[in-house]
């Protein structure tokens, strides 16, 4: 990660969390990195449901071996999906810090998907305003936060099944990550 702690401490105060906070649910969504160590290409996760809603008519190909702890899988997946419908892929593809679907570009206040992309793509300061404005404009989201139920921050931010996802994949359920990572943080 290249943020210092100040750079996380300002975006946190300026959406009235604390560092700690903020800095658990960044290190839980992507391991705190925005860029992949061995290629420097922005982290993604391509979502191979959410391009079929968003480009039905695109013939199936390689976004099946869509895999999120391998960045080549993704990469190779979101490419393959990018040349058959750009937007829609950008749109189904979650990026950075925030891990944020390309899809909430306008609620971020960008014009397009590329935008946003674009913008990622500058620096993890830039994602991790992102991920801050995403959090600011749900207001659940933002009292959830602010007052440490990683239950409902898990539910506004993941969906209401995580934990039935933490349990078919063996893996610890959202909100015990993000409490243990707070503590870590605190």
């Known amino acids: 990660m290249n943020l210092t702690k100040k750079q996380i401490s300002d975006v946190a105060a300026g959406i009235g969390v604390d560092y700690a906070s903020l800095m658990a649910f960044m290190s839980v969504e992507s391991g705190g990195i925005g860029f992949d160590t061995a290629t420097g290409k922005i982290i993604i996760q391509?979502?191979?449901?959410?391009?079929k809603k968003k480009a039905p008519y695109a013939p199936s190909g390689l976004w099946s071996v869509n895999k999120v702890e391998k960045q080549?899988?993704?990469w190779l997946a979101f490419n393959d999906a990018y040349y058959k419908n750009a937007d829609?892929?950008?749109?189904?593809?979650?990026?950075?810090?925030?891990?944020?679907?390309?899809?909430?570009?306008?609620?971020?206040?960008?014009?397009?998907?590329?935008?946003?992309?674009?913008?990622?793509?500058?620096?993890?300061?830039?994602?991790?305003?992102?991920?801050?404005?995403?959090i600011a404009t749900d207001s659940r989201l933002l009292?959830?936060?602010?007052?440490?139920?990683?239950?409902?921050?898990?539910?506004?931010?993941?969906?209401?099944?995580?934990?039935?996802?933490?349990?078919k994949y063996n893996r610890e359920p959202y909100n015990i990550s993000m409490e243990k990572a707070y503590l870590k943080y605190k």
């Open 143 to 167: 009292n959830a936060l602010m007052v440490k139920n990683w239950h409902l921050v898990a539910v506004y931010y993941n969906g209401g099944g995580y934990k039935e996802l933490a349990e």
């Open 46 to 51: 391509f979502e191979p449901a959410w391009f």
């Open 88 to 134: 829609a892929a950008m749109e189904s593809t979650s990026i950075g810090i925030g891990q944020i679907m390309g899809f909430h570009f306008k609620r971020l206040g960008y014009k397009t998907v590329g935008a946003m992309w674009e913008h990622a793509r500058t620096g993890e300061l830039a994602q991790l305003e992102q991920m801050a404005k995403f």
């Open 72 to 74: 080549s899988k993704e």
